[in-house]
């Protein structure tokens, strides 16, 4: 690298928004190529969702998100031990909002699977990482969209059977904005 480059390198870089969204852009077309989706247009990739850039992962929010469907069964949840773990796997206030969804909230979704009956906890935490990536996906109205996505991230291109009205509000439960 020449002296020039290295101190260039070395500057803190001011990219407006318009730049970044660009770049933005430019990586999710880069990664859906790599995943065999490169018939994206650029209104695709305008909207490829925050959450599904590789500088977001790990995706330790999908469990909660997968709870959000689980709300109902959560609820009625009498295993304390099971609860425990999951408030230390969401942290408490997400657990306690969850809890605290009423059944408006989701109106019109189709209900989850079935949680594991008690046993693992493993289990149970990858029951929810499942449903939580199924619900995420819900998010991404385009199904040419939702195909890239989940190829890019290596997911089942599976949708919860809840609105995308639904998902994007529980989405905003368990996932603080980012920038």
């Given at each position: 690298?020449?002296?020039q ?10 990219v ?10 430019v990586?999710?077309?880069e990664?859906?190529?790599?995943a ?8 695709h990739?305008?909207?490829?969702p925050?959450?599904?850039?590789p500088?977001q ?5 999908l ?28 942290g408490?206030p997400t657990?306690?909002?969850v ?5 408006s ?8 699977p ?10 149970w ?11 995420a ?6 199904p040419d969209l ?10 089942s ?14 989405m ?5 904005a980012?920038?």
């Amino acid at each position: 690298m020449s002296e020039q480059a290295h101190r260039l390198s070395s500057l803190p870089r001011q990219v407006g928004p318009g730049l970044l969204k660009a770049e933005r852009m430019v990586q999710a077309a880069e990664l859906a190529a790599a995943a065999g989706h490169a018939r994206l247009s650029w209104a695709h990739l305008r909207e490829w969702p925050d959450w599904a850039r590789p500088e977001q992962l790990p995706f330790a929010w999908l469990r909660a998100l997968g709870a959000c469907w689980h709300a109902l069964e959560l609820q009625q949840c009498i295993d304390g031990a099971r609860l425990n773990t999951l408030c230390e796997d969401l942290g408490a206030p997400t657990l306690q909002a969850v809890l605290q969804l009423d059944r408006s909230s989701s109106a019109g979704a189709g209900g989850p699977p079935p949680l594991p009956p008690t046993g693992s906890a493993a289990d149970w935490r990858e029951a929810l990482a499942g449903d939580g990536r199924r619900v995420a996906l819900a998010t991404v109205v385009d199904p040419d969209l939702r195909a890239a996505v989940a190829a890019v991230l290596g997911w089942s291109d599976s949708v919860a059977p809840v609105s995308t009205v639904t998902a994007l509000r529980w989405m905003a439960l368990v996932q603080p904005a980012r920038t």
